[in-house]
């Protein structure tokens, strides 16, 4: 729980940095379905924290309390079911960061239409988002497969 | 056991979505939503202040770099200016000192905490409150023009309505000619000069103040300048859409004018 804070908080920063939070990586969804998919054990825990985290990230930059823990909850469990209904040789780092990306984009998409952008800067913020949303998966896919390796010895 | 740990792990995935939904009911309704926003704001300020003074002082270098040209040439204006109110303030010494006492001791300068993307041109949250000595219906000013009100007021934040506003109505008048008329927002980022009746002899660039006859805020704040583009109504009216002294869309920062210098 204290990563999903500290992770919370880092993102929080970043926003602040960043004078918002749309070209700010979605690094607190990234750790939840690491978490999710990775930490079968505590996915109720997962769940309740991704929960609160959207929650209180909608408070503090939306205004539309909600909108983030829907969409993040929501993506937390279509991986996790789409994991689950694969078998174990089936589960890649590959199809991590590819869930990861797509979590990813889709929350930064609803964020961007509700913030109420025309279609033209919408696809140019989102073009833009995946220069550094790629490079972030990648180091963070490369971490994972690391510790995941570390663990299987 | 598989199933039943999968079906556990639905329940509690399905519980939160169903919560998300429930408060996204609220979120038509802003009054309800004003007291959690500033908690949190207020709770998330003391990890956010290095990050907020770091993004101030980062945009502030920025604006240094890529703007010095202009900025020089705004320092020769402000030199020039500086002169000539220098001269003015020894002619009416006594008067303009006072006055500018009183103005430096009653602007505080405060940050901008929070602006919701549904309410962006309606209101913003300041990190200025009851303790500052802000009062409901403090003028709020950027760039020395107006940006808005504040409405709630609480201890350490305050909820400011914007010019942009549409429900905001500020009395106002032209400074050249003494027209009076009502400035009022649209909601979608303009801001309109309203009700001046037809055939007055008014061009671009004319400027707008808050009027004498306000109640809700004092005479004199600057609003901005009269632009090229009107609407004439129906009933004999031309409204006249204002250029901002204030950058609505890039609010940061803000001062507030608290009630003592009034």
Not at chain 2, 109 to 129: M, Y
Not at chain 2, 253 to 260: F, H, I, M, T, Y
């Amino acid at each position: 729980m204290l990563s999903g804070l500290a992770v919370w908080l880092f993102q929080d920063l970043f926003s602040v940095l960043a004078s918002g939070p749309l070209m700010v990586p979605e690094a607190f969804l990234l750790l939840m379905l690491y978490r999710a998919l990775y930490r079968a054990e505590s996915f109720p825990a997962t769940v309740w924290s991704t929960f609160a985290g959207g929650v209180v990230f909608d408070l503090r930059w939306v205004g539309f309390p909600g909108v983030t823990s829907f969409l993040t909850v929501a993506v937390l469990l279509v991986c996790r079911w789409l994991w689950l209904t694969l078998p174990v040789s089936g589960r890649t780092i590959g199809l991590t960061a590819f869930f990861f990306w797509s979590g990813q984009t889709l929350v930064s998409l609803a964020r961007l239409i509700l913030w109420g952008l025309p279609r033209m800067d919408i696809l140019r913020i989102l073009l833009m988002q995946q220069g550094y949303f790629l490079p972030v998966i990648g180091i963070v896919c490369v971490f994972i497969a690391h510790l995941e390796r570390k663990q299987d010895v | 056991m598989r199933l039943r740990t999968l079906g556990t792990d639905w329940f509690h995935g399905l519980v939160a979505l169903v919560l998300s939904v429930l408060l996204l009911a609220f979120a038509p309704h802003r009054e309800l939503l004003r007291e959690p926003v500033t908690f949190v704001a207020a709770v998330l300020s003391y990890p956010e202040a290095p990050a907020v003074a770091l993004g101030s002082a980062f945009r502030r270098g920025t604006a240094w770099f890529s703007e010095r040209t202009t900025l020089l040439d705004r320092l020769r204006f402000l030199e020039r200016e500086n002169e000539r109110l220098g001269l003015a303030t020894h002619v009416a010494n006594a008067h303009v000192q006072a006055a500018k006492r009183q103005l430096d001791s009653a602007l505080g300068d405060s940050q901008v905490v929070f602006r919701a993307p549904h309410a962006w041109w309606t209101e913003i949250l300041i990190d200025k409150g009851l303790k500052d000595g802000v009062r409901s219906g403090t003028p709020v000013l950027q760039n020395g023009s107006l940006v808005g009100r504040t409405t709630v007021v609480e201890n350490s934040f305050s909820w400011v309505e914007l010019v942009t506003s549409s429900s905001l109505m500020v009395p106002a008048v032209i400074e050249e000619t003494r027209d009076l008329g009502v400035v009022a927002g649209d909601g979608q980022g303009g801001v309109w000069l309203l009700f001046i009746p037809e055939g007055r002899s008014l061009v671009p660039g004319m400027t707008v103040s808050t009027a004498m006859i306000s109640e809700i805020l004092p005479p004199g704040i600057p609003i901005g300048r009269l632009s090229e583009q009107k609407k004439r109504s129906e009933e004999g009216f031309v409204s006249y859409r204002l250029e901002t002294g204030a950058s609505l869309s890039l609010l940061y920062s803000v001062s507030v004018l608290r009630p003592k210098a009034r």
